[in-house]
């Protein structure tokens, strides 16, 4: 059995490294480094894949965030409730721009933003709700698009871990994630299901007023060189990891395809285990039909009952089997986002997945021989 990786960049590469290597070799002979033709062409493509009117790269996902923010006009002292449990960016980049964050609670089964504890955390400072697509599926956009409508707030999809997934609403309309809202943001982080090798992002949004101000934002405030309209920043996608994400688009669909298949026999593995918890579909099929859409597996995230998750993690970790806690503790409880304004019984939820949860290997190369091993060493351990 070959080496298990947590996220296996290498084996992905040499499935693409005959078209990869040209697109890079030819930047660099072109040396059009900064903003050049390859940056346009895959800003291009992705809104066609997407069915959005605009895309506008940067330098990563932590930007694109805090573009977005600064896109819509937020100020300080302005609310911006988003969930609790995720990772730091998202909460990072509103109070870098001196808004209030709200951290509300998630939903035990699928780990999204839980729509009751939006309801309630509003308040007339409340100016924006950032809904985080975690580990690669939607959260309820319906009802929080409907929340929004009703209280006049923007909305903002934090799409780093589901681009390519598809949201699905009551009347059966398919949706990708990231352009449901006002404005949609994500990360190419390499380990993304589209990942650059470096560091890069993007922003969509459907809004021809709101993608003008955004792509002056990107660029130091400038539209003419030189010429600075708006506050800026500088958050540019180079010209080498667009090219290797154009590479890449055309295979998205059969790598979250791929995901979505490991995951089915993940699914399968555990299917008698009562302590081993399998992720939770929103269309209720849990993953294992072949026609699944709805999510994109960025992460295989299980939850441990009746068991010492923590020993797990170390009882993989010696058996050549990596893994990922996310997220070990909860963002109101970190030291830079406490607040006392916090009630501990509006965090059940989470301050229990905390404990419970735990990441699997997922990528595009797993056979079924790791998944095999993987699956029988946890099944082992939970039997003792």
Do not use: W
């Amino acid at each position: 059995m070959k080496k298990i990786q947590m996220v296996d960049l290498k084996g992905q590469y040499e499935g693409i490294k005959d078209v990869v290597n040209p697109s890079i070799q030819n930047v660099i002979e072109n040396t059009a480094f900064i903003n050049g033709p390859q940056v346009h062409e895959f800003q291009k493509n992705l809104e066609t894949y997407l069915g959005v009117k605009h895309v506008i790269p940067c330098a990563n996902g932590t930007d694109a965030l805090q573009i977005a923010m600064m896109g819509l006009g937020l100020k300080p002292g302005d609310e911006v409730i988003t969930a609790d449990f995720t990772f730091a960016a998202t909460v990072e980049v509103i109070a870098l721009l001196g808004l209030t964050p709200v951290l509300v609670d998630v939903n035990e089964d699928d780990f999204n933003i839980n729509i009751e504890a939006v309801k309630n955390a509003i308040t007339p400072k409340t100016k924006a709700i950032v809904p985080v697509h975690l580990f690669g599926q939607c959260a309820d956009m319906e009802a929080i698009l409907a929340i929004a409508k009703e209280h006049n707030l923007f909305v903002i999809e934090d799409n780093a871990q589901a681009i390519g997934a598809n949201y699905t609403d009551k009347n059966g309309n398919k949706t990708k994630a990231g352009t449901m809202a006002d404005v949609g943001a994500t990360s190419f982080f390499p380990s993304k299901n589209l990942g650059c090798y470096g560091d890069g992002g993007a922003i969509f949004t459907n809004d021809d007023d709101l993608a003008h101000t955004i792509r002056g934002i990107v660029n130091h405030g400038m539209y003419e060189r030189y010429h600075h309209d708006v506050v800026g920043v500088n958050s540019r996608l180079d010209s080498i990891q667009a090219a290797v994400l154009d590479a890449k688009l055309p295979k998205l669909d059969a790598y979250n395809n791929a995901r979505r298949a490991a995951a089915r026999k993940y699914n399968a593995a555990f299917a008698s285990e009562e302590n081993i918890i399998t992720p939770k579909t929103v269309n209720g099929c849990e993953g294992i039909c072949d026609t699944c859409d709805c999510h994109v597996f960025h992460q295989y995230t299980l939850k441990i009952k009746n068991a010492d998750r923590d020993a797990l993690v170390k009882h993989l970790n010696e058996n050549g089997i990596p893994c990922g806690v996310y997220y070990p503790i909860p963002l109101h409880k970190q030291k830079a986002y406490a607040d006392d304004r916090y009630n501990e019984a509006d965090f059940e939820v989470t301050n229990q997945l905390v404990k419970e949860v735990i990441s699997l290997p997922m990528h595009t190369e797993l056979d079924d021989e790791q998944i095999e091993f993987i699956t029988q060493t946890i099944i082992n351990f939970i039997h003792g």
